[in-house]
């Protein structure tokens, strides 16, 4: 048993190289279309004719605490007095500093660490508590929106920030777009993008699609970037109240399409009308406000990342929407170690997985709020 015990912890901790080259490699299994599992809004897969389960929902619904290292692909799991590691393509796992072994490894399936239904059942369910249907800890309730509109910012020959490696902002931001657009549409949310291609959209058209689309957010998708390569971090950006002046107003008020009837107005005055603009803008201003820090704060709980804050800017492409709008960046590709975790799969579901969280929360506030007037 000791002799197993070391083998087994140099596989685990001495050989990380080794698997982390492997994990560019497909893994054995071929995975069919989400089933059942009574678990509310969790999948599950079948992958080589087992089960699996993401372990990232589990530990959401289950309240377990994580932490997952990109480099060996291996998790630690902790909660109360009881620890679990294992290892992405291992089927023994340390439980307690224990050995134990499963009928099947964990594995990842589409950039997320996936564990086999036993494994919840016989590990996770006895340890930590059994987990419940219901929603995960990021998304409690259903997002009580209608419509969102999601903005992928660049595109096309417009690549806007490129970190040392390559890596592309136009491309995280259109990754991260399409991850949170299908999250909103898993819950029923009718999801506009202001492009879903590598496409160039001018910053007029996608202020055009957000006030066409009558949606309730606005949400722009960004990739940092700065000189100095040691900063990092998340943040949300609301436009600026610097931008509400009168001239604002008036040039507003002249330019866009308010879509209220004329019978609104006992006169044509643009003084009224700049002012009714100004009006509407202040209070999608606050909404924004609320909904960035709604969105920090989920990530502050659900990432191990540094977040900057809610920051007030004068965008364009926020300057002209009509409904409370922000935008995200979520991270800075000029920082080597965040252009590395933005690079992978997993990262980004998890930061996509937050944000939608955010919204959620925001979502619910906002309908108590509604309900109580």
């Known amino acids: 048993m000791q002799k197993n015990k070391k083998s087994f912890i140099v596989r685990f901790f001495l050989l990380p190289a080794v698997y982390y080259l492997l994990s560019t490699v497909l893994l054995n299994g071929c995975a069919t279309a989400p089933l059942r599992t009574g678990l509310g809004n969790i999948p599950a897969y079948n992958i080589g004719g087992t089960t699996y389960l993401p372990l990232v929902s589990l530990c959401q619904q289950g309240d377990i605490n994580w932490d997952y290292d990109t480099f060996t692909r291996s998790v630690t799991l902790k909660k109360g007095l009881h620890r679990i590691n294992l290892r992405v393509g291992e089927d ?4 307690d500093g224990k050995i134990h072994n499963l009928s099947s490894p964990v594995d990842m399936y589409q950039g997320t660490v996936v564990v086999p239904l036993k494994f919840k059942e016989r590990y996770l369910d006895v340890l930590f508590g059994e987990i419940k249907p219901g929603y995960a800890k990021g998304s409690r309730a259903p997002i009580c ?3 969102v ?9 417009d690549p806007g920030a490129i970190g040392r490696t390559g890596l592309r902002e136009k491309d995280v931001n259109l990754d991260i777009a399409k991850r949170l657009a299908k999250l909103l549409r898993d819950q029923g949310v009718t999801v506009v993008m202001t492009r879903s291609t590598d496409k160039f959209i001018p910053l007029s058209r996608r202020v055009d ?3 066409n689309s009558n949606a309730e957010l606005f949400i722009s998708i960004h990739s940092n970037a700065n000189r100095v390569r040691g900063l990092n971090g998340f943040e949300v950006y609301y436009v600026s109240p610097n931008t509400g002046d009168d001239r604002r107003a008036l040039a507003a008020a002249r330019n866009a ?5 004329r019978n609104y107005f006992a006169s044509d005055s643009m003084n009224l009308r700049a002012t009714l603009w100004d009006m ?11 909904l960035a820090r709604s969105i920090c704060r989920s990530i502050d709980r659900e990432m191990q990342t540094r977040v900057l804050g809610v920051k007030g800017a004068n965008f364009y492409v926020l300057k002209g929407v009509r409904s ?3 935008l995200i960046e979520i991270g800075f590709v000029s920082n080597p170690n965040e252009e590395r975790l933005l690079k992978n799969s997993y990262y980004r579901q998890q930061v996509t997985e937050a944000i939608a969280a955010g919204i959620a929360n925001y979502s619910q506030d906002y309908a108590a709020m509604e309900a109580s007037q």
């Open 92 to 95: 023994m796992i340390i439980v």
């Open 145 to 147: 929106l209608r419509k």
């Open 149 to 157: 509109v999601i903005d992928a910012g660049h595109g096309g020959n």
């Open 209 to 211: 699609i957000a006030n």
């Open 257 to 261: 399409r308010l879509n209220l009837d």
């Open 280 to 290: 509407i803008y202040a209070c999608g201003r606050a909404e924004s406000i609320t």
């Open 324 to 326: 409370p709008a922000v």
